[in-house]
């Protein structure tokens, strides 16, 4: 079997023939097919047998005048009465229930897959509550246990208005921003702590994402004091002294 006729087998062409869904030009090529290709007029014979065996399977009455709507176009002869042609009159309006069956599969498929879409995005959505919800849990069972110590930053000379929080605890710290001043992009804050007179650094932090949550910082034993300076984008090895923006005694 050639390319054109596989092609011709696997579109729909001869179902909307059978239907008289066909223009002109449609119609005189599957007549031609018919008469000059085995292949073609065996599958006409065999859809034509199929929707048959379903109308008559389904007992359902035609609409008035689809047979000799169908005689016409199909044949070209005169309306006959004879149960013979009056079995084609079933034919149309057997094929439309397929199509319409078909169709209804469709969408049903089509509904099905966009509920297993939504199904997917929310089982993500659990997901990622849950794993919050776990965070929330630890952060909370941190700053309750008994050797967590909350200390309060405030502000200095260079931001009178900075507070920030930091509950220290040797297994995991936690910072919390109440208040810092903005800074350029090209700066960010960094947490320091002063042990026998050096500071060391206890990692950076954007004072926007500290507002909202509380941020894990480093722990170092034996600090004297917390610092927050503004240090340039990425943290610095020293602290800047001169843009100490928060500190406290601890």
């Not at 290709?37 to 048959?52: F, V, Y």
């Not at 176009?73 to 005169?78: D, S």
């Not at 929310?122 to 929330?136: G, S």
């Not at 610095?236 to 100490?244: I, Y």
Request: hydrophobic letters at 40%.
């Amino acid at each position: 079997m050639n390319k054109e006729l596989r092609g011709i087998l696997e579109s729909d062409l001869l179902e909307r023939y059978l239907l008289g869904e066909v223009n002109e030009q449609e119609k005189a090529q599957v007549l031609e097919l018919r008469r000059s290709s085995p292949e073609i007029k065996k599958a006409l014979d065999e859809l034509e047998a199929t929707l048959e065996q379903v109308a008559l399977e389904e007992q359902i009455a035609p609409p008035p005048g689809l047979r000799d709507k169908i005689l016409r176009q199909n044949y070209r002869v005169e309306p006959q009465v004879s149960s013979k042609r009056l079995s084609f009159s079933w034919l149309g309006y057997a094929a439309s229930l397929l199509l319409i069956a078909g169709g209804a599969w469709f969408w049903q498929q089509q509904r099905i897959n966009d509920l297993e879409v939504q199904a997917t995005a929310y089982t993500e959505q659990i997901v990622q509550l849950e794993a919050d919800c776990q965070k929330t849990n630890r952060q909370f069972a941190l700053i309750n246990a008994p050797d967590t110590r909350p200390a309060v930053l405030t502000g200095t000379a260079y931001a009178p208005s900075s507070v920030v929080v930091v509950y220290w605890n040797p297994t995991a710290c936690l910072l919390h921003v109440s208040d810092q001043p903005d800074i350029p992009t090209d700066k960010t804050y960094q947490l320091w702590a002063d042990i026998d007179g050096e500071m060391k650094s206890l990692g950076t932090f954007d004072h926007l994402s500290a507002r909202d949550e509380l941020l894990p910082m480093a722990y170092l034993d034996h600090a004297e004091s917390l610092n927050v300076t503004v240090e340039p984008a990425g943290g610095n090895d020293h602290a800047t002294v001169s843009t100490l923006s928060a500190a406290v005694a601890i």
